[in-house]
């Protein structure tokens, strides 16, 4: 009812957003209506990538209060970027497959690489010195190809930035072990990394900080195999999808519901975590029950439609799924009948020029997908860095094509937060499912099967606005240490382009106001027969956006439209007390509620009395 209806001209005004992607290549431009829904602009970004796969995909934005959120395909693109500026969208990997050699094509598989690549270089992918040497063996032979001693000479692993901790001793390391790759192509390396990174406990975490009940900081991650939470260099729980409930949120506290076997009895015990604000609990919960839909159901088909977070002055969330679930992406890769696209490798360093493999002949596919781009000057790709000694060199030798440049990081999580001990759990028995956030039994914990980075020197400057800080001060990080997990906290979806920002969806609808009474004015100065002036009467000048009056705050809207339905309850129930006692009508339905409403008698009589007593005075 006091809903505003859109004009024909509204619906088929066109805003316009960036997309960014995940080897940091040019962002591209996309034009939406306002009736343009997420799918549609989600399916744009797939068809300019050339992805068939697209279900492990998705494209994620921060809005005005540096909260992150998926972009969903049901709603419309206008409605959830109203009041993101810029509009900026990231193209990012949304479910980590259990197993990617499953996944059909090899474009597929290689932009899940260019993925875990960025998690590794931001710690996402927790993982020990000795697994991340292996990793960063099979980058360096997917960038440069084989090792040849005239053209790499020693130290050029210092060139390249994978590791977030990353220093000589690791690096002479990685230099040895690519030696021992020779012969292999792109694909086979970058299969050769998916393979490692998929068996780490950490593979497909994005980690969320929260705190438990005794206000310790650890970070919780929802991944294929379920609900994980890591303190200092330790898992120290692992809810399995088979083992959870019921997922929930109330404000701040995420609610995991568990089974625990007790006496030959199914039992559940809630589990819960306090997030730093409501907004990141909200992301939370929709991550969480979003993956285990996905990963869990049989067919998309029976998907529930989940709700959780209400009280009294709120409705809560919904949430629908949306998409295929897991099984039903690969049995349609089973059908994919397109031959293997081309597609070119982007080479985040461009003065390594990859050299020819020795097996280039094993597979037609292999060959036509291992050619690269050169990498545009104004954007350079975002995991490789000058390192200091290197930087010092360069800046001697440097010409205006073969320059470095600090690019941007990502964030693993939605707030900034502190580096945090190692600390130990213990199990704590809750009494409310809401208002505490009891720790499960700590896990057994096998130095071996866990995975660490390097945690940050304690010499090293602050990350700000997306750059990574170059310092020469590298930790010494020994092959049998377990540092903690401390991933990077920037946010590159958050990060302004370089360039002129774009406007966002409120100065675009303001200047298309602007234009428009603009054009109005001028027609009124022009007379009927064509001349400027005469009795055609003088239009008011347009009114520029400093004239304007600043929009109105959420917060005011709000309490405006709780004012006017307090206002419109109270007489609402005026006027049905006084049909019901002050008034003769007959009607079954007012008669039955005379006899319901008899306990306000009382009432009617002291508003009588009040009545008579100041008719009286008046006399």
Not at 246 to 273: L, S, T
Request: proline letters at 6%; glycine letters at 4%.
């Amino acid at each position: 009812m006091f809903r505003k209806r859109s004009t024909k001209g509204e619906v088929q005004t066109e805003y316009s957003c960036s997309i960014r992607f995940l080897d940091d290549s040019e962002p591209i431009q996309l034009n939406f209506k306002k009736d343009t829904l997420g799918q549609w602009l989600f399916d744009r970004v797939c068809e300019k990538l050339s992805l068939v796969e697209k279900d492990y995909f998705g494209l994620r934005y921060v809005d005005a209060e540096k909260q992150r959120h998926w972009l969903d395909p049901l709603k419309t693109v206008y409605k959830q970027l109203k009041g993101v500026n810029p509009m900026v969208l990231c193209f990012r990997v949304k479910f980590y497959p259990e197993d990617p050699m499953k996944l059909h094509e090899e474009i597929t598989r290689y932009y899940l690489y260019l993925q875990l690549r960025r998690d590794l270089h931001h710690g996402r992918l927790l993982c020990s010195p000795q697994d991340a040497v292996h990793l960063a063996s099979y980058i360096v032979q997917s960038e440069v190809g084989d090792y040849d001693p005239q053209d790499h000479p020693p130290g050029y692993i210092t060139a390249f930035k994978m590791l977030p901790k990353q220093n000589s001793k690791m690096e002479d390391q990685i230099q040895e072990l690519h030696k021992t790759l020779k012969g292999q192509v792109p694909a086979e390396a970058e299969s050769n990394f998916l393979k490692k990174a998929s068996v780490l406990d950490t593979f497909g975490v994005d980690p969320h900080q929260v705190k438990d009940q005794r206000g310790d900081q650890l970070y919780l991650g929802v991944t294929h195999q379920g609900i994980m939470t890591f303190r200092g260099s330790r898992r120290t729980q692992l809810h399995k999808w088979n083992q959870i409930r019921r997922i929930a949120y109330e404000a701040k506290m995420f609610i995991v519901h568990v089974n625990v076997a007790e006496r030959k009895k199914d039992k559940q015990q809630p589990h819960g975590y306090k997030c730093l604000t409501v907004g990141a609990c909200k992301y939370l919960w929709r991550c969480a029950v979003e993956q285990q839909l996905f990963f869990t159901l049989a067919s998309s088909c029976n998907a529930p439609k989940l709700k959780s977070g209400g009280t009294l002055f709120s409705r809560g969330s919904k949430f629908r799924f949306s998409g295929r679930c897991q099984i039903e992406a690969l049995s349609a890769s089973e059908n994919i009948k397109r031959s293997e696209p081309k597609f070119p490798r982007t080479n985040s360093l461009p003065n390594f020029s990859r050299n020819k493999h020795t097996s280039e002949s094993k597979s037609s596919t292999l060959n036509t997908s291992i050619m690269s781009e050169p990498v545009p000057e104004d954007r350079r790709r975002y995991n490789v860095y000058l390192a200091p000694s290197r930087r010092a060199q360069g800046m001697a030798e440097e010409t205006p094509n073969q320059s470095f440049e600090i690019t941007r990081t990502e964030a693993a999580v939605d707030v900034p937060g502190n580096a945090f001990g190692a600390q130990t759990s213990s199990p704590i028995v809750q009494e409310s499912p809401v208002l505490q956030a009891p720790l499960a039994a700590e896990e057994k914990f096998d130095m071996q099967k866990v995975q660490a980075v390097s945690a940050s020197a304690p010499g090293q400057k602050t990350p700000v606005n997306g750059s990574v800080p170059v310092d020469s001060s590298f930790l010494e990080t020994s092959i049998d240490s377990m540092p903690s997990y401390q991933p990077n906290m920037t946010m590159d979806d958050e990060e302004e382009d370089e360039r002129t920002p774009k406007p966002s969806l409120d100065e675009q609808i303001k200047q298309l106001e602007e234009q428009y009474e603009k054009i109005t004015s001028d027609q009124n100065h022009i007379a009927p027969g064509g001349k400027v002036g005469g009795a055609a009467p003088k239009a008011n000048p347009a009114p520029t956006s400093s004239s304007k009056s600043p929009p109105k705050s959420m917060c005011a809207t709000c309490c405006k439209v709780l004012t006017y339905s307090i206002l419109f309850a109270v007489l609402l129930m005026v006027v049905t007390f006084v049909v019901l006692f002050y008034t003769k009508f007959d009607h079954p339905l007012l008669d039955e509620g005379r006899k319901q409403l008899q306990f306000l008698e009382p009432v009617k009589h002291y508003i009588d009395d009040s009545v008579e007593a100041i008719a009286n005075k008046f006399k």
